[in-house]
């Protein structure tokens, strides 16, 4: 089958679309033909091999795995022994641990759900690891509840998107920190107020947001505390500027958010999305009542998925890139 390989980490130009055995599927997994497959920043780290604390896990000097890609959409091929909840013809969307820019991938059976019947197979790749840190981030790491006052930072991205409409489903009044070229979408998103990152910063506005939500990752903890309730809740997703070399932007949540609660009423949750088919039968629902809706902004060929890649490095995407096999 054609799928895009790595021997090595490095910037975009490692990717290669080579011809690779197709995968079998184990006990408990699905073989999925892949119609298309969601890039997010997971697929920069797994090709960059950075920030280097992933490597026990990732491959020490090369990748275990070849393929690159994790979201997907395409049709089942094959169910593996013991798996009763699919079969072949199915739809459905979720995450691969073969790598979804090829032609198959398999994929445990508790990561995949039915694809939602509103969305085409472009559509549905988008969601799986977005949508599912975006609906832990406001369900169950915030707990956001109606009347709530939310700041999502970074909210024009792939996952800022999904928070700012699952926090305004959820009854709050969400504002979102965007710069000037994505207001109005992140304004027909459902959000409330704009705030343009390049001419005002998070706490001007004082203390006043029950829940912020760091998607950006890039300012100092102290920043985002001014702008927070006394009680307030701090959910960091991402970042990728700030952090040491060795755990990238995992140092916020891992360490320096553990440090600066200790002593405050807020409460700092670094956050660690856990991908699972409850949460993406929960975000089809969500998408079939037409309360989310999944924004594709260009799709790539597979042949040319490293330049998608690279664009998601880059780290301005406005909605999300996808690749059709
Ligand atoms: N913890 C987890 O489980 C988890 C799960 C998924 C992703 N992540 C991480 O979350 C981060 C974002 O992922 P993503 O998929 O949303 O990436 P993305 O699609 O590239 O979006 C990043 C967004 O950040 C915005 N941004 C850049 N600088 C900003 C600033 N100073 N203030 C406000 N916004 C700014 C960009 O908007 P502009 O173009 O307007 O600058 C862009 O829309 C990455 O670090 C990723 O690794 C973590």
Known sequence: MRAVVQDVYGEADVLQLSDVDRPAPQPGEVLIRVVAAGVDPGVWHMMTGRPWAMRPVTG??????????????????????????????????????????????TAPAGRIAAKPANLSFEQAAVVPVSGTTALQAIRDAAGVRAGQRVLVVGAGGGVGSFVVQLAVAAGAEVTGVCGAAKAERVRSLGAADVLDYRTEEVDARGPVFDVIVDIAGNRRLSLLRRALTPRGTLVL?????????????????????????????????????????????????????GTLRPAVERAFPLARAAEAVRQVGAGHAAGKLVVTI
Do not use: C, H, Y
Not at 258 to 286: C, H, T, W, Y
């Open 237 to 289: 997703i991402g970042g990728e500027a700030r952090g040491t070399t060795l755990l990238g932007g995992m140092s916020r949540p891992w360490i320096a958010a553990p440090l600066s609660s200790m002593f405050s009423g807020q409460r700092l949750v670094g956050m660690i999305a856990k991908e699972n088919a409850d949460d993406l039968r929960a975000l089809g629902e969500l998408i079939e009542a």
């Open 60 to 105: 020490l000097r090369t990748p275990k795995i070849r393929v690159r890609g994790r979201d997907l959409a395409g049709v089942v091929e094959q169910a593996g022994a013991g798996v009763t909840a699919f079969r072949p013809g199915d739809e459905v969307f979720g995450t691969t641990s073969t790598g979804s820019f090829a032609e198959f991938a």
